[in-house]
């Protein structure tokens, strides 16, 4: 399935950015100009915003074809979005999201999945993967048993005797549909007031991790201006039976481990070595409501990169 073509315009970047606090330069209508050797020649569209508008278009896709209810017979409680970012979206430039026809596999456990991509033009912009799966995909193994009590641990600080920063969240109903409709989605599936209708998407919770990426960035002294980073890469598990337990003023509590930089741990069919970061999204009670990954490089070595290419 093709989606017709849609686009961003820049007030969508704004109001998605001012829904998940991302205070990241590329989206800014101004300050894209001040990084160094920005490529992009404007404000371009968060990766989470792409990421919501594939939730959306794949839900549309199931309720279509009537696949919710395999989800729910198995007990696929899992959604799954494996994204490669192949090339940044400018906002005023049209695009469409294709979904491939769905794959049912049996082994070794009960899978449901789509391909995805989206295009402008003959540019790929991203390609990836969404499964629907009864355990995580991504991260599955990590368990939060021994945490000591996070309660007491101040905002935007390390865990003690932990990996992990900490970065509090209050989640805001108004947040979540200024998101929706800055993703193009139609916010009116997801909350209406007079039919006291208010459910959660799947990747808003997800996108605020972006945001305490960039708070551990800021507190660490990066230089935004002269060292950005790019995604290059998200994996992400929701636990949709948690999911469906938010509302608004609800505490989510995100954890964030940063990997060591490696030589084994590169961009594909280069040697720019990938930033990675592991990020959990918890409840009450160390409920894991979404676990995922972020591969990100510098801009300047993809740029060298390029160079050498041509």
Known sequence: MTAKLLKFDQIHIEVARNASDDFNLFHDKHKWLQITHNPFK??????????????????????????????????????????????????????????????????????????????????TILLGFKKET??????????????????????KTQVPGTEYFLKRKILNN???????????VEQSDYFDELTHLAKYPEIFPCSLASGALLEKAHLENHDFKRNPMVYTSHEISVDRNHLKTLKNGNNLTILVKQHPESEANTLNQTNIKLRT????????????LFRLTMNLVPLEGILKTLRRKS
């Open 42 to 123: 404007g404000p371009i569209v968060l990766g989470y915003q792409l990421n919501t508008l594939i939730e959306y278009q794949i839900r549309l896709y199931r309720k279509a074809r009537h696949e919710n209810k395999i989800i729910a017979e198995n007990n696929l409680r899992f959604s799954n979005y494996q994204i490669t970012f192949v090339n940044a979206l400018r906002t005023e430039t049209p695009f469409n999201l294709e979904i491939k026809k769905t794959l049912i596999k049996t082994i070794p456990n009960l899978t449901l999945g789509n391909r995805i991509s989206i295009k402008s033009g003959e540019e």
């Open 134 to 155: 009864q355990h995580p995909l991504f991260l599955g193994e990590t368990t939060f048993n021994t945490l000591p009590d996070l309660s007491g641990i101040p905002d």
């Open 174 to 184: 108004g947040n979540v549909k200024n998101f929706l409709s800055a993703s193009l």
């Open 277 to 288: 970061y592991d990020c959990f999204g918890l409840l009450q009670t160390n409920k894991v």
